[in-house]
Every structure is written in structure tokens, then in C-alpha cells.
T-cell receptor, first 111, second 113 residues
């Protein structure tokens, strides 16, 4: 079965800093990858997804992610974070009938 | 219009009690799910239903029983609640196929005391 690793458990940044959150999945073949965001006290919202085609995927709120098949990675990036980006970020992979989530990365952005 | 709605939002109850959480989606999706998010924010799937039929049951204690009266509803009943059941439970729904992500409800924070 697929699994997802997020190695950054807690990231602290100042506003306007650039962000990159790591995500690795366990094995190759056709994969469908997702990034979700969970703002404090709220539900998960889809940021972006990769299905096929262009490996650079653009999502909402200025986020993007790059699928690198050779590295089994799908890292999330944002060139300039804002205080409002403070949240928990989850990478996920579709495995048969279900979404498998990583353990999440807590992002804190200070003004 | 709320796409996936769960009730209640908060639930505080004593050990040994039986409780239910309700979920409804108005997106016309065929598949619904229950996820449990523990205190470390780890999300783990519990169940999924496709058009009222149980598809996934992920080694969840049989004290947890999902019920899907129709494809728009998926309720979760928990018997004999234990302290370890304290968590946030999220309902989600999706269209069939790998391309689609899930739409999540706002969660039910269950606290067992």
C-alpha cells in the first residue's frame, strides 16, 4: 500500500519568506497526489492536485507543487508567505479507494 | 450552502456512553468517508461507503458502526465510548475515480471524559 512522508513537522517563517514543504510517497506507477490545508479549528481544504501532465501544478492562494517522479516527491511551494498561511498542511496520495495522508506539517508565519 | 455538513460540532460525553455523529452531503457524490484525526493531527481513514454499500473498513473496533441510509448520508454510531476515542472525526465525500479529491466536513470534536 502507498504511504506518504512529510519530514518537516513544524516550520516557522517570517512573512514574505519563501516556503517549501517536503512530501514523498512510497512507490511509483501512476499516482494521484494532493495537498490539503487545515486552518486552525477548521476542516481540510484542497490546495491543489496532480493527476497527470505538467508536473508543476498551481493551486489556490499562490501555492504550487512540483511532481518529480524520479524522487517520488511532490513538494509544496510558495514564494512569499503571509501570516494568514499559518495552518497545518497535509500531503496525500490516492491509493485504490482511499486518500492516504501524511502526518502533516505545521506552518507558523510571524508578522 | 454547506457542501458536507456534520452534526454535532462538539460532543462531550462520559466513558461507556453511546453516541452518534451525522453527516450529510449535497454535492451528489457517490462515495462518503469517515476519517479520525488524533491529537497529533494524524488523519486515518475509518470507513467508506459507495452508494450505501460499505467499501472500506479499516480495522476499526466493532464499537464503531457506520450507517448509510442513502448516498447523501453517512452516520457514525459509537458504542461504549472509551477515553481513546477522543479525537476529531471528519466526514468527507467524493466522486468516483482517482482524479478527484475529497470534500471534507467541518469535523466533530469528540471528548470522552
Amino acid at each position: 500500500a502507498q504511504s506518504v512522508s512529510q519530514h518537516n513537522h513544524h516550520v516557522i517563517l517570517s512573512e514574505a519568506a519563501s516556503l517549501e514543504l517536503g512530501c514523498n510517497y512510497s512507490y511509483g506507477g501512476t499516482v494521484n497526489l494532493f495537498w490539503y490545508v487545515q486552518y486552525p479549528g477548521q476542516h481540510l481544504q484542497l490546495l491543489l492536485k496532480y493527476f497527470s501532465g505538467d508536473p508543476l501544478v498551481k493551486g489556490i492562494k499562490g501555492f504550487e507543487a512540483e511532481f518529480i517522479k524520479s524522487k517520488f516527491s511532490f513538494n509544496l511551494r510558495k514564494p512569499s508567505v503571509q501570516w494568514s498561511d499559518t495552518a497545518e498542511y497535509f500531503c496525500a496520495v490516492k491509493d485504490t479507494d482511499k486518500l492516504i495522508f501524511g502526518t502533516g506539517t505545521r506552518l507558523q508565519v510571524f508578522p | 450552502d454547506t457542501a458536507v455538513s456534520q452534526t454535532p460540532k462538539y460532543l462531550v460525553t462520559q466513558m461507556g456512553n453511546d453516541k452518534s455523529i451525522k453527516c450529510e452531503q449535497n454535492l451528489g457524490h457517490d462515495t462518503m468517508y469517515w476519517y479520525k484525526q488524533d491529537s497529533k493531527k494524524f488523519l486515518k481513514i475509518m470507513f467508506s461507503y459507495n452508494n450505501k454499500e460499505l467499501i472500506i473498513n479499516e480495522t476499526v473496533p466493532n464499537r464503531f458502526s457506520p450507517k448509510s441510509p442513502d448516498k447523501a448520508h453517512l452516520n457514525l454510531h459509537i458504542n461504549s465510548l472509551e477515553l481513546g476515542d477522543s479525537a476529531v472525526y471528519f466526514c468527507a465525500s467524493s466522486l468516483p475515480g482517482d482524479y478527484y479529491g475529497y470534500t471534507f466536513g467541518s469535523g466533530t470534536r469528540l471528548t470522552v471524559v
